[in-house]
């Protein structure tokens, strides 16, 4: 979701800026990691948001996988950034990388320029890029970020394609039960209703049901069309979020979408950490990556490092961790590759969640069949129910 942070610079004065994150909550941290003052945050109005989205969208990745080419083929970084202005076909991109071009001639570090275009950049990849420009190790930190978004992108896909047959499914027998309630119980209760005698009690109700959306059809089109408006104005985020802390709540799945955010938070870390970034900033700067509730576990962590604690102590005390997790850090803590032992944690988890994920997707894909197989069954039979009793009552 994409929310407009008013910000205050002492360089610029106040300035708005469009920022894409999961809350209003992650959207202020996002802002406060590029060392701006917040006034304000709010959900981008929805026809704004129809104008930022779709081709307008900068593709990180992308770039940074073409910058490194170029930068490794031994182009300057200001000709690589004019290459790539140059074969962008997209008005919007090639005007961010333009800006780009401007502010590098100008003598900006390429972290400052960066930093000016926000809605393109997140802080996570604006601080990996300041970090690499004391050592000059830019290639390093392209090639870091490029490995830490394909990994992202690769679970995030695993995930996605194991959702694809249940909510196929769910829509295929959503469809089907409301041809059947919209168009089919409607015309049986005609039937019916001109038949006379009394109906089965369950029959009778789905048949009056049927009858109401004949009639108010125009009602039920309007709620629907006000349910989607709503949906993509953020309320579909707000029951989102509440659907979550109800799963939450669940112990087995609850304690999976635990494991899935510290996955997260783990690899950003330690691809922060080994971009020469130092524990206590880029804890602060990957705080929005979790939910409130391990947020506030996070800044506890936080302040135990401060105070001179181990990571692992910190991450443990604090809940931030699980039986492999820890083992692996307190030995990332002894051989002093914290960064990398991070990664590995973070993809021994991630190999673990994408076989829950299909192991979950086989077991739910038969049970959704057969729920959704018995109410479009139980549907059918109430509406021949009464045919069943008149031919008993003949013979």
């Not at 002894?334 to 993809?347: D, F, H, L, Y």
Request: hydrophobic share 50%.
């Amino acid at each position: 979701m994409q929310f407009l942070v008013k910000t205050l610079k002492a360089d610029s004065g106040i300035g708005t800026t469009v920022v894409d994150a999961a809350s209003r909550a992650e959207a202020v941290a996002q802002a406060r990691a590029l060392g701006q003052a917040v006034l304000s945050a709010a959900p981008v109005p929805l026809l704004r948001r129809l104008q930022v989205s779709g081709s307008s969208r900068f593709p990180l990745l992308l770039f940074s996988q073409e910058l490194l080419s170029l930068l490794e083929s031994g182009i300057t970084i200001v000709e690589a950034i004019e290459t790539l202005a140059e074969k962008e076909g997209r008005p919007a991109v090639r005007d961010v990388l333009t800006g780009m071009v401007a502010g590098l001639r100008e003598g900006l570090p390429f972290s400052a320029v960066l930093e000016g275009v926000p809605r393109a950049f997140p802080a996570l990849y604006v601080a990996t890029v300041r970090a690499s420009e004391r050592t000059s190790g830019l290639d390093e930190a392209l090639g870091r970020y490029i490995v830490y978004a394909t990994q992202l992108e690769t679970l995030r896909g695993r995930l996605v394609s194991a959702a694809i047959y249940p909510v196929l499914l769910l829509a295929v027998s959503g469809l089907v039960i409301l041809f059947l309630m919209g168009y089919v119980v409607p015309r049986f209760s005609h039937i019916y209703e001109d038949m006379g005698g009394d109906l089965p009690f369950f029959s009778r109700l789905l048949l009056n049901w049927g009858l109401a959306v004949e009639q108010y059809w125009s009602v039920f089109v309007g709620f629907g069309v006000a349910l989607a408006v709503g949906a993509v104005n953020g309320g579909g985020r707000v029951l989102m979020q509440k659907m979550l802390r109800l799963l939450w709540r669940v112990p087995a799945v609850g304690e999976r979408m635990r494991v899935f955010q510290l996955a997260r938070l783990y690899r950003t870390l330690g691809m922060l950490l080994r971009g020469g970034i130092a524990i206590v900033p880029a804890l602060d700067m990957v705080a929005g990556l979790l939910s409130i509730a391990l947020q506030t576990r996070l800044a506890s962590a936080t302040q135990s490092i401060r105070q001179g604690n181990s990571i692992s102590t910190a991450f443990e005390v604090n809940g931030l961790t699980t039986a492999v997790a820890l083992r692996m850090l307190r030995v990332g803590e002894r051989a002093g590759n914290m960064g990398e032992m991070m990664e590995r944690v973070a993809a021994f988890h991630d190999d673990e969640m994408a076989r829950w994920a299909e192991w979950v997707t086989r077991l739910l894909g038969p049970m959704l069949m057969l729920l959704m197989g018995l109410v479009i069954g139980a549907v059918v039979i109430l509406m021949y129910l009464p045919i069943f009793q008149l031919a008993d009552s003949i013979q």
